[in-house]
């Protein structure tokens, strides 16, 4: 019961020892370990017994008629809510969610990291704003490799050397200076008020501290951060506050950008890097710019899917994802048959292999997209597969196009009252990122270093490889899997989609979207629905407890797919659904604290 209660990082981390096990010969692949019938319940804080069917627990949608915040957290949900009452916009809202969350989340919500908004007006018109850490000036492509080219175990993951320049901040700014329409003191104001007053800590987050207590004094001897003053451990319902954090966020409010980029937040960061051995400079701050990009749009059936393009791989995975099964006819297969999940499992093989040959920053590497999410090459990713036996991914490679040669994150979701919407995922990547907070400043740094491939064909904390095209370089922004995703239908705005996970992102949001669009299932049912994952490699596939019927399993073991079954969870989605009334469905994850608030 208590591992589900784990932190994601935890889980993910979790997920890839078994998975690391499982190669080793300490676990029997393909075997189907029983955990049990009952489950952690969240509302209930209490074990329950599994409800039958493919649902990870019975949570039922909340509902409004004038706007909907879905976050990680129920007090970043609230202020979500306030600041669309008190007259903003979906993106009013979304920058006090971004802010807030750095306050209520420090696990993920962040100021010293960075991530992705896609924004659909309420004209129709898209919006992407590419927020991404990016690579510091120093930065070298062998940065994290001993003399014989050897990676250095966790220098990308822990420490001062691991973290990218934040984009968190620029993105806020920029996204607020071009559609915001209360001022940017109000968006602000609730975060401060959080940092200064205090936030009750969650079981969740009070357990996620007290696991993290050893590494952040490991990473910051001098001091205390994230600690209770006499050091004992946090419990449930106790005051988190960060006296420093509401300072750096009061220069942000009174300075904008400037109050992070420069000045004293910007003496405070480098200072802390200089202390730890790490490589951001003022220049690196200075000259970071949150760019916006041409959204992804494409087509699955006949709704319209706007996403994120690189550098998120998310986007064009999740469309090569759902081309490559739209011939199939999954609607009358049924939801997680063998062969619905036979098709999907083969799809995201292809998909993962192409994500490790061709993505990288647009900025740097040329990354073909179109040709990417073509039909008629998706088609020639089809050529090996039989229904009679697993694809083994050894002989799986990135296709061939003509002419070419993370764990904790976190999503939100806002609709507002006239229809705007905003999907925004955002990262430290790890769980409290590289757990260096800033001396004075009060803020965690990310690790998003790991997302760039530091070794090519070695594989980073969520066992993903990558390439040249994912190499460091200097000012280069890493590759990232965030998937926040609009989909429209007839036209209109129909669901806004998105969650944390590292590699699990893309197979959470196809499933998400599938589950509605293809299995009929209402947004909170596809939500709480168990969830499945494969990324080429490993060549395993990873499942929740019951997302496989035993009749699913048997037939997909005898065509030689090995199965894995987590004892934590995939996912943590927070969604919002339009349905045909106008009534708006907020669709939060039961796995952990996400809470929709709507009115
Ligand atoms: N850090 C997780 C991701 O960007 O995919």
């Known amino acids: ?122 004209t129709g018109q898209a919006f992407t704003l590419d927020y991404r850490e990016k690579a510091p000036e120093k930065a070298d492509k062998d940065m994290y490799l001993d003399s014989a080219q050897n990676v250095i175990p966790r220098l990308s993951i822990t420490g001062h050397l691991a973290s990218g320049v934040p984009g968190s901040v620029a993105g806020m700014a920029e ?21 200064e007053k205090g936030v009750a800590l969650t079981e969740r987050e009070a357990l996620g501290l007290n696991r993290t207590k050893k590494s952040f004094l490991q990473v910051n001897p001098e001091k205390r951060y994230f600690m209770k003053a006499d050091t004992t451990d946090w419990k449930t319902g106790e005051l988190l506050i960060q006296k420093d954090l509401g300072q750096t966020l009061r220069r942000i409010q009174q300075q904008g950008r400037a109050g992070f980029y420069e000045g004293e937040t910007a003496r405070l960061l480098v200072a802390e890097m200089q202390r730890g051995g790490g490589i951001i400079t003022e220049n690196d701050l200075k000259n970071y710019q949150a760019v916006w990009r041409d959204p992804l749009v494409g087509t699955f059936r006949n709704y319209k899917i706007i996403t994120m393009p690189p550098t998120s791989s998310g986007g064009v995975a999740l469309l090569q994802l759902l081309r490559l099964v739209e011939p199939y006819p999954l609607r009358r297969w049924g939801w997680n048959s063998d062969s619905t999940v036979q098709v999907m499992i083969e799809a995201e093989r292809r998909v993962y292999a192409d994500r490790a040959k061709f993505l990288g ?22 050529s090996d597969f039989t229904f ?35 999907a925004i995922t955002t990262t430290l990547n790890g769980g409290y990122g590289s757990r260096v907070v800033v001396g004075g400043a009060g803020f965690l740094m990310n690790n998003e270093m790991d997302d760039f491939s530091v070794k090519p064909g070695v594989p980073n904390m969520f066992g993903l490889i990558g390439n040249q095209a994912n190499a460091i370089a200097p000012g280069k922004r890493m590759l990232s899997s965030m998937t926040p995703t609009i989909v429209e239908q007839a036209g209109k705005l129909y669901m806004v989609v998105g969650t944390p996970g590292g590699s699990t992102i893309i197979t959470s949001v196809y499933q998400t979207i599938l589950n509605v669009l293809e299995h009929g299932m209402t947004m909170q049912q596809s939500v709480n629905a168990l969830k499945f994952h494969h990324q080429w490699l490993p060549d395993n596939t990873l499942f929740e407890n019951g997302a496989f019927s035993d009749e699913t399993i048997q037939k997909l073991q005898s065509r030689g797919y090995k199965l894995e079954q987590l004892t934590n969870s995939l996912g943590r989605m927070d969604c919002i659904l339009l349905r045909p009334d106008g009534t708006l469905e907020g669709a939060s994850d039961p796995r952990a604290d996400n809470t929709s608030v709507g009115f």
């Open 361 to 382: 920053d647009p900025d740097f590497v040329k990354v073909p997209v179109n040709q990417l999410i073509d039909k008629d090459y998706l088609k020639t990713r089809w």
């Open 175 to 195: 996204a607020h200076r071009r559609f915001g329409k209360l001022t940017w003191a109000q968006v602000l104001q609730p975060a401060i008020d959080l940092a």
């Open 388 to 422: 009679a036996k697993a694809t083994d991914s050894r002989a799986i490679k990135g296709g061939t196009l003509p002419g070419y040669e993370s764990l904790e994150t976190t999503h939100f979701s806002v609709v507002d009252q006239e229809g705007n919407a905003v």
């Open 1 to 122: 019961m208590k591992k589900l209660s784990l932190s994601f990082n935890n889980a993910i981390i979790l997920t890839f020892v078994l998975l690391r096990a499982c190669r080793t010969g300490q676990q029997k692949p393909g075997v189907r370990q029983s955990t049990g019938v009952y489950q952690y319940d969240n509302e209930k804080k209490t074990a329950v017994a599994r409800k039958s069917g493919p649902y990870y627990s019975d949570r039922q949608a909340v509902t409004g008629k004038n706007g909907m915040v879905a976050s990680a957290h129920p007090e970043a949900s609230q202020v979500g809510v306030a600041i669309l009452k008190a007259g903003g916009n979906a993106v009013d809202a979304a920058v006090a969610v971004q802010f807030a969350l750095a306050v209520v989340y420090p696990g993920a919500g962040n100021i010293g990291g960075g991530g992705f908004m896609v924004f659909r007006d309420k």
